[in-house]
């Protein structure tokens, strides 16, 4: 099972909202991470966690703020988003068992910002 | 930075028709990763190549991991509307643990 889910798969907000996404995977995998994606452009990185601590930031602004509670779940709680916040953010997980880098992707929520 | 540079841009064949898709760089990179991505879904892994020289056959696609492991190709034989969709390459870059660096990707249109 290579199953990474996303809860919800779509999403609209106010720029005022406070929202979360939520991502769940059920392989063992001790590294999770979030990505932004716009269309017709490869996902871009925003966090990283490995071992349920943030291991990567990539300088993404404070009202992205991720949350992992356990090894299994993976949050992105968004307050105060802009119009240009909107796009396709996905989970992906990968295992820290073994060398081999391959990441396994949820299939997205999508997000519209108004 | 290790940039993984594919080409083309967009293809659009008909179906029944062969195709290939390239990713190249001048870094050596220990595996790449191939994705094909419908519009509005995530990303789903294809195949890993790790082995310079390495070839791996998924059906109609074959993957090419060159043997100085710098480029890879993904060629698809007899494309079907299916096989529509984004296709990525990516790898982990040497001086960044845990992360992929990806290619701008191929946007394949296979027409029936």
């Known amino acids: 099972d290579t199953e990474v889910t996303q809860t919800p798969k779509h999403l609209v907000m106010g720029m005022t909202n406070k929202k979360s996404l939520k991502c769940e995977q059920h392989?063992?995998?001790?590294?999770m991470y979030w990505y932004k994606q716009k269309a017709k452009k490869p996902p871009e990185l925003m966090f990283v966690?490995?071992?349920?601590?943030?291991?990567i930031n990539e300088s993404v602004p404070s009202r992205f703020s991720p949350e992992c509670p356990n090894s299994s779940l993976l949050n992105l709680h968004l307050h105060a988003l802009q119009p240009e916040d909107s796009a396709l953010y996905l989970c992906?997980?990968?295992?820290?068992?073994?060398?081999?880098?391959?990441?396994?992707f949820g299939p997205g929520t999508r997000l519209l910002v108004l | 930075t290790q940039l993984l540079e594919q080409s083309p841009q967009f293809l659009s064949i008909q179906e029944g028709e062969n195709l290939t898709v390239y990713c190249n760089s001048s870094?050596?990179?220990?595996?790449l990763q191939w994705y094909r991505q419908e519009p509005g879904e995530g990303p789903v892994l294809l195949v890993t190549?790790?082995?310079?020289?390495e070839v791996k056959k998924l059906k109609r696609l074959t993957f090419q991991f060159g043997d100085a492991r710098k480029d890879s190709s993904l060629h698809i034989t007899a494309a079907q509307p299916g096989d529509t969709g984004l296709y990525l390459c990516?790898?982990?870059?040497?001086?960044?643990?845990?992360?992929?660096?990806f290619g701008a990707g191929t946007q394949v249109v296979v027409t029936p």
């Open positions: 992906a997980s990968r295992s820290t068992a073994t060398n081999q880098e391959t990441q396994y």
């Open positions: 392989m063992g995998h001790r590294a």
């Open positions: 966690y490995s071992y349920e601590k943030l291991s």
């Open positions: 870094s050596v990179f220990s595996s």
């Open positions: 190549v790790v082995t310079g020289g």
């Open positions: 990516a790898g982990p870059p040497t001086d960044s643990w845990g992360k992929l660096q």
